[in-house]
């Protein structure tokens, strides 16, 4: 952490431009630690530093980390195409500070989602070699079936892959509804492989990365959370903890 005038803290936690920035200052809407102050060159150390905007509390965050229960019908993306951004799920400083979807979720696809503005964490955690797994709960047009389950496990072959991708775990819960774990996170993957192994998936939710389940953050759909460096540990694979 570090020491920094209250302009430039508040533009760091995407409050806007320096200039919009010192405006709140000036005009008494920023109060630090139950105070209101009304110069923007006044310096503060960041370390823990509580702050309210519009009577609204924030604490400092050198970088956010974010779990959110994605909803349906909403697009991975800062520049969606056909349905909203989940970046509108979220307090539009969140936008201003470049948080970004740590990998995707198809538009049709709910459950668990990160988003950072740390890069290397979401470099980190998108890494094919880190051997993160996913855990996924399908809805099966067609029943599952125990030859469904052990072609999962022994792998399928898709038309643009050289080698057959296989799950790390499979398991039947329902007539309908199997658990695949993946660690390769390819495009449309659980659907893809579904579909090899002669079903068709019609809906899929994530509900785990790594240690870290959608159950235990108790969020509801469209709900949002920080994550605490508990829970971020959660998320580092056992070989490499």
């Not at 533009?11 to 109060?31: H, M, N, P």
């Not at 105070?35 to 924030?58: A, H």
């Not at 159950?215 to 920080?226: F, I, K, S, T, V």
Request: aromatic share 8%.
């Amino acid at each position: 952490m570090s020491k920094l005038s209250l302009d430039k803290i508040l533009q760091s936690q995407g409050f806007g431009t320096r200039k919009w920035c010192r405006e709140l200052i000036v005009d008494g809407e920023v109060a630090v630690h139950g105070y209101v102050v009304s110069d923007y060159r006044t310096v503060f150390d960041t370390e823990g530093l509580e702050f309210t905007i519009f009577g609204v509390s924030w604490l400092y965050r050198e970088h956010v980390y974010l779990a959110l229960n994605k909803p349906a019908d909403f697009e991975c993306s800062r520049k969606p195409s056909h349905h909203p951004s989940v970046m509108t799920l979220l307090p539009e400083q969140f936008a201003w500070r470049d948080v970004q979807p740590v990998g995707r979720l198809d538009h049709d696809t709910t459950g668990l989602l990160l988003l950072s503005d740390d890069g290397a964490f979401i470099h980190a955690q998108s890494s094919p070699r880190r051997h993160i797994p996913k855990l996924y709960l399908a809805t099966t047009h067609a029943p599952v079936t125990g030859q469904l389950v052990a072609q999962l496990l022994g792998g399928v072959k898709l038309h643009d892959e050289p080698a057959p991708l296989a799950a790390l775990s499979c398991r039947q819960v329902g007539e309908h509804e199997i658990e695949i774990v993946l660690e390769q996170g390819k495009y449309h993957q659980v659907k893809r492989m579904l579909a090899a192994a002669g079903n068709h998936c019609t809906a899929l939710r994530r509900t785990a990365i790594g240690g870290l389940t959608l159950d235990a953050l108790e969020l509801e759909e469209g709900e949002w959370c920080y994550l605490d460096d508990e829970q971020l540990a959660l998320l580092v694979p056992e070989s490499n903890a």
